[in-house]
């Protein structure tokens, strides 16, 4: 808070030899007798006197001529001033009667609180010889007027002047009078003239020689300074001081509280002025300024610290300061604009033993509600925790962002409270209030406070994490950290492995230090005693299904009872993948990994092909290509056992039993050298051996061969047929021997039936041919299939009864149209054995 200060004010009261004014005109005086007349004329007569000097004014100015040690006042008898006038013609002058100058100086002048003008000075002139009576004179510039004099009763000795001027007098032409001019005189006149006359007349009038000192402005200026804004029990307590020459008239002085949000009055005082010395220092020419000092205090309650609250001082006429007033408005001492910032820098549990809560709040109002507290709130339970009054701590970079705010640079706090003194329960959500208030009981609750409340913290983390697991012939070994704000009052620590839901074994662990985890996890209690490093025992063949860790915190030595539990991730105990599933024209390519906890003991690895639509197994190998290095399997995982060395790899040999089917191949893990026994699987998705290729119609003769007649086209042997075209391709009994009729595609059947000149046929729809089986079967009962089943190649359509099987292939997926062109070389029928025999490698 702070008044405002008069720029052009300065202290003369002490200063030798130097003229005491505030404003002073650019003359430094100027003298006055009957033959130079001032065009500031005074009342009554200017009479022109023979006997007054005469000649050029002077201005005693330079003030080294000056004896510095002859300025304390002294009484001299005034018939020393006359005493020159008895001297006879015959006595020699003791002074240079030849000295036309006047010389004078005011040392000071001062004001008292009721309106009189102390003056001192001097002055000396050879025109004072014959003029007994010296006055003071005060001329008003602005009223051309005469305002007040005072007769020099009691000369002042001044030696220092006789040596300087050694003119008539000059050792009693010092003067000390007080001028009586009334207050009100002085708070309107806006310049004065103090005017020094030896005269020859009682009065002041008559023949008289004068010195006209420079002209003083005195201070009209509004001076005030608020002191300090405090707040005591309940109370708004302000002090400083206001000093204008304005109030010299105005004596009820009243302090007032104006808020400028509501725009009205919210308190009022009158106040009695105290003493101010320091202020009658700074500012001489102001009247009441000595005693220009004010306290006042206000109930509290009746203040909106949050609005724009401004102090006003005020001089008035009445104490309703309804008549004439002056006025000073200090700056606001609240702003208004509120501003209440905050945030929580820890709040730390992390050593289980204490609570340590910093952070900072920056709030505009603070330099009033001085009073800090910091409060731990159970919102939970809806009730105060605790509370304690704080010192404020330096936070610089808070300043630098809300400059706005004065006190920001003090808005810091650390508190550490003994954990064992509050009672913390887990669960429960808690706020930390950062409090400034007016009060400094209790909570600051009773006074005008304001809060800050930061964001709730929830005591219900549980979290934990694994830096290793992995498991071991001995068991699963696991390392890290668990955490929970629940196992305040749990102090057993057990590590706990679950197959499918159901507990395998359990360890009890003493929990290490882990600074990391308190670092990173303060609010959750106790977290720096969290780490552990140990294998939980148990035969790795245990784990059939999916397994679990399970952290609990206890306070039964047992870990039975009153626990607190969390879960990790479920981990599989077996996992396998087939990386590649290669088929060649001869060999199937076949690589992955298999890893099992169940492979304990299984020393053999087996591929087995069963049949996709049976489940018939068609065969198997033994693998030997095993134990291949999977880093990359162990690092997916860790909880099976030797998944670094989980891969393997085979090629098999497409054998008959393989060839033409949709198979699904087993990896086995097994404890007999057969493959059989003891045994872990791993099934692949459906497998193609050349199932959507072309096959021949008898596969264990395959192509074979084929006379002339039974070629498709118009070959030698055929000419028996009309246009010597044959629409297909013979397979006969003797040169492709055996009964049961494979389809050389897969598909769809699309049609059985009966015509004469084919005998019974099936037709099959490729989707892209029409595949017809005709002439092998005598009756219904030799053929396997029935419309819209779907085959793979190699199935069996039939059986075959009579002496050749045709096979016809075409476009035409319209079985009549294409049959009307059985003899017709036009396209419709295509090559079987070019479709088959180009067909086989896809």
């Given at each position: 808070?702070h ?6 004010q ?7 030899n ?6 002073v ?17 005074l ?33 001299a ?15 020699k ?7 036309r ?12 609180d009721n ?5 001192k ?6 025109g ?9 004179i005060?001329?008003d ?21 006789k040596q ?7 050792a ?20 004065i ?12 009038n ?8 420079a ?18 029990d ?8 206001h ?40 500012y ?16 509290l309650s009746r203040l ?47 050593n ?19 009073n ?8 939970t ?25 004065a006190t ?5 706090f ?30 600051g609750?009773?006074?005008?406070y ?20 992995n ?6 070994h696991?390392a ?5 704000d ?67 915190f ?5 870990g ?11 981990y ?20 992955g ?10 020393p ?21 290509d ?32 393989l ?16 493959g059989?026994?003891n ?26 061969s ?11 042997g055929g ?14 009994a ?5 009964t ?6 897969s ?33 219904r ?10 085959i ?33 070389n ?14 086989l490698?896809?």
């Open positions: 808070m008044g405002k200060v008069s720029a052009d300065i202290d003369n009261t002490n200063q030798n130097a003229q005491a004014t505030a404003t005109d650019t003359q430094n005086g100027v003298s006055s007798n009957d033959n130079n007349t001032n065009t500031n004329s009342t009554d007569s200017n009479k022109t006197n023979d006997n007054t000097v005469t000649g050029t004014n002077y201005v005693a100015s330079d003030t080294n001529n000056i004896s510095s040690g002859n300025t304390n006042d002294t009484t008898n005034t018939n020393d001033v006359a005493a020159a006038d008895t001297t006879t013609n015959t006595a002058p003791d002074y240079n009667v030849n000295d100058g006047n010389y004078a100086y005011l040392d000071s002048v001062k004001l008292d309106g009189q003008v102390q003056l000075g001097w002055h000396a002139t050879n004072a010889q014959d003029k007994p009576y010296h006055y003071i005060a001329y510039n602005t009223t051309k007027s005469e305002i007040g004099r005072v007769q020099v009763t009691d000369p002042v000795t001044r030696q220092d002047i300087a001027h050694n003119v008539y007098g000059a009693q032409s010092g003067f000390n009078v007080t001028l009586n001019l009334g207050a009100d005189v002085l708070a309107n006149a806006d310049s003239s103090f005017i020094s006359r030896y005269t020859d007349n009682i009065a002041g008559g023949n008289y020689t004068d010195f006209w000192y002209s003083i402005t005195f201070d009209r200026e509004n001076h005030a300074w608020l002191d300090s804004v405090t707040i005591k309940n109370q708004l307590q302000v002090s400083g001081w000093a204008t020459n304005q109030a010299t008239n105005k004596k009820y002085h009243t302090i007032i509280i104006y808020d400028r949000t509501d725009n009205k009055v919210v308190g009022s005082q009158i106040v009695e002025n105290s003493v101010r010395p320091d202020v009658a220092k700074a001489p020419n102001v009247i009441n300024a000595d005693e220009s000092g004010f306290f006042a205090s206000f109930d909106n610290l949050n609005h724009q609250l401004q102090i006003i001082s005020r001089y008035g006429t009445n104490t309703a300061g309804n008549g004439s007033n002056v006025d000073y408005y200090f700056t606001p001492i609240t702003n208004g604009n509120y501003t209440n910032q905050g945030y929580l820098d820890s709040f730390n549990i992390s289980g033993k204490q609570l340590t809560i910093s952070g900072w709040h920056a709030d505009d109002i603070s330099k009033l509600e001085n800090r507290f910091l409060i731990l709130f159970d919102n339970a809806n009730r105060q925790v605790e509370a304690v009054k704080i010192n404020s701590v330096k936070r610089s970079d808070v300043a630098k962002v809300y400059q706005s705010v920001a640079d003090q808005s810091g650390n508190v550490t409270l003994d954990l064992s003194d509050l009672n913390l329960i887990e669960g429960h959500s808690y706020s930390v209030v950062s409090r400034y208030s007016t009060s400094a009981n209790g909570n609750g009773d006074g005008q304001t809060d800050y409340w930061f964001k709730p913290i929830v005591l219900n983390h549980q979290e934990h994490y694994f830096d290793q697991i498991m071991t012939n001995e068991g699963l696991v890290g950290w668990m955490i929970s629940y196992s305040h009052g749990r102090d057993n620590a057990y590590i706990i492995i679950l197959n499918n839901g159901k507990e395998i074994a359990r360890q009890k662990v003493e929990l290490s230090n882990r600074a990391d985890v308190a670092s990173a996890r303060p609010t959750v209690y106790n977290s720096i005693k969290s780490g552990f490093n140990t294998t939980v025992k148990f035969n790795p063949a245990l784990a059939t299904g999916n397994l679990q860790v399970l952290m609990r206890s306070s039964d030595a047992n039975n009872q009153d626990y607190s539990d969390q879960y990790s991730q479920n599989s105990s077996d996992a396998n993948y087939f990386d590649a599933i290669d088929v060649s024209d001869s060999w199937v390519y076949v690589s990994w298999h890893a099992s906890d169940q492979s304990v003991n299984k053999y690895q087996y591929l087995i092909f069963l049949d996709a639509d049976t489940g018939q197994e068609l065969y198997r190998e033994r693998v030997t095993i134990n291949r290095s999977r880093t990359d399997v162990a690092a997916k995982y860790p909880t099976i056992i030797n998944a670094d060395k989980s891969g393997y790899q085979l090629s098999v040999k497409i054998s008959p039993q060839d033409h089917h949709n198979v699904r191949i087993i990896h086995r893990i097994t404890d007999d050298i057969n059989n026994g045994y872990v699987d791993a099934y692949s998705d459906l497998v193609s051996i050349h199932n959507n290729r072309w096959a021949w119609p008898f596969p264990s003769v395959g192509q074979g084929f006379m002339g007649a039974q070629l498709f086209g118009v070959n030698p000419q028996f047929r009309q246009n010597g075209f044959h629409d297909g391709l013979d397979f006969g003797y040169d492709h021997p055996g049961q009729v494979h389809a050389i595609h598909g769809t059947i699309v049609g059985v039936g009966y015509t004469a000149g084919l005998d019974w046929y099936v037709l099959e729809d490729t989707g892209e041919y029409l595949v017809v089986y005709q002439e092998a079967f005598s009756n009962g030799n053929i396997n299939v029935t419309p819209g089943q779907k793979e190649v190699g199935d069996v359509i039939g059986n075959r009864d009579t002496s050749h099987l045709h096979v016809g292939i075409t476009r035409e997926h319209n079985f009549n149209r294409a049959l009307a062109k059985s003899f017709t036009d396209g419709t029928w295509l090559n079987p054995l070019e479709i088959i025999r180009n067909g490698n896809g």
